[in-house]
């Protein structure tokens, strides 16, 4: 189901000066991707790679990231995490703020989209003047209704998680805090029931006035079944037990999660663990993922092909970002596709006008790629995929 307009385009985001060398073996391209981006793996996660060759691919260094494909970046989606002169705080939508109080995490995911600055930077932290900062800026903003806490990965730093939401219990007009974490794979021993008793004292359901919740939700990035181990299990049912939902993200990857079996494996896992299967996200153009990015209609097919077994149940929502943000995209839509050099793109007009992109973002012009269209809205132009091996 899709659309090719033949239209060439010049490609102007391929920094020659990146280039690697050609005709490298496998031995000097990894020598390349160790020097230039760093390995992390836990101890408990390094059990899991000897057992399970869908989670090794996740994280053991692979010569093919030493490719830099047409069209990749190398820090993408980082613009704006010093918005409003803020570092670690992000706002793109009107009623959404993002902090980003820890930049470090227990293990390297070799696709992370914050890949330049995980594992080829420096790990930096936000300090408690610059949450105060924040905090200040957003209780100003009336219209932010939902706050999220992400990483590197925040639980990482327990305390600042609770210094958050200490504050944030005096902002009446946020009322959702989501906490973004893969660590629980990483370090599952973390998750103590103190932990977990210390994030539910701040979940408040009024029920007389329900514009005073505040409600806590935990987003877990988890991409095969074999992830989720009776541990990992026991940290999630330790949220869970004390009302805390747990909404599963996954990003689809080539030889991981990209078949009928292997996906509708992951969601039945997911949900018989207690975690709401949410997102399913397009794995992003990053420097070195070629070699785990399908196209965007394979995640089309295979959300089509299990309907009619997961029913209601599959992914909520399937994802690609781009600097603008999230683009939802239905199994049944017909994608619209343009060339630009020699790379295929998906064109799509945006839910976001312009306008309130530059206000929020704080930025002066769009992205490249994105323009804006005749009604104010922006068109996207994402880097796509291929489904060969």
Do not use: W
Request: net charge positive.
């Amino acid at each position: 189901m899709q659309v090719t307009t033949q239209k060439e385009i010049p490609n102007r985001q391929h920094d020659k000066k990146q280039e690697k060398p050609k005709f490298l073996n496998d031995r000097e391209k990894l020598q390349i991707v160790r020097q230039e981006f760093k390995t992390k793996i836990s101890p408990y996660l390094a059990k899991l790679t000897k057992k399970s060759e869908a989670i090794s691919k996740q994280f053991v260094p692979d010569p093919r990231e030493a490719d830099d494909f047409v069209g990749s970046t190398r820090a993408p989606f980082e613009e704006g995490k010093l918005n409003q002169g803020i570092y670690g705080m992000e706002r793109i939508y009107e009623d959404r703020v993002l902090l980003t109080p820890y930049f470090e995490c227990s293990a390297y995911c070799r696709y992370c989209f914050k890949k330049t600055r995980t594992l080829g930077g420096e790990a930096k932290a936000m300090n408690r003047a610059q949450l105060d900062q924040a905090f200040e800026y957003i209780a100003k903003e009336k219209g932010i209704k939902t706050l999220l806490i992400t990483g590197g990965d925040p639980f990482l730093a327990v305390d600042s998680i609770e210094y958050i939401l200490q504050r944030v219990q005096d902002i009446d007009h946020i009322n959702h805090i989501r906490i973004g974490t893969r660590n629980i794979l990483f370090e599952p021993q973390r998750i103590t029931p103190e932990v977990a008793e210390m994030i539910s004292r701040y979940q408040k359901i009024d029920p007389k006035d329900p514009k005073k919740s505040k409600v806590i939700g935990i987003g877990l990035s988890i991409n095969h079944k074999d992830e989720l181990t009776p541990e990992i299990i026991e940290a999630v049912n330790l949220f869970t037990s004390k009302g805390i939902a747990i909404y599963g993200q996954s990003v689809l990857m080539k030889g991981i999660n990209d078949t009928e079996k292997d996906l509708y494996e992951l969601i039945e896992y997911l949900m018989l663990a207690g975690i709401n299967p949410y997102y399913l996200l397009h794995c992003m153009p990053v420097v070195g993922s070629q070699h785990l990015r399908t196209s965007v209609s394979k995640g089309q097919e295979l959300l089509r092909s299990i309907e009619a077994l997961s029913g209601t149940y599959a992914f909520k929502h399937y994802i690609y970002v781009s600097p603008i943000g999230k683009h939802r995209v239905s199994p049944h839509e017909t994608l619209k596709y343009i060339n630009i050099g020699s790379q295929r793109y998906i064109e799509r007009t945006s839910a976001y006008k312009a306008n309130d992109f530059l206000k929020y973002s704080g930025k002066s012009k769009l992205p490249e790629h994105h323009y804006e269209d005749e009604r104010g809205f922006i068109v996207s132009r994402y880097l796509d995929a291929h489904d060969e091996a």
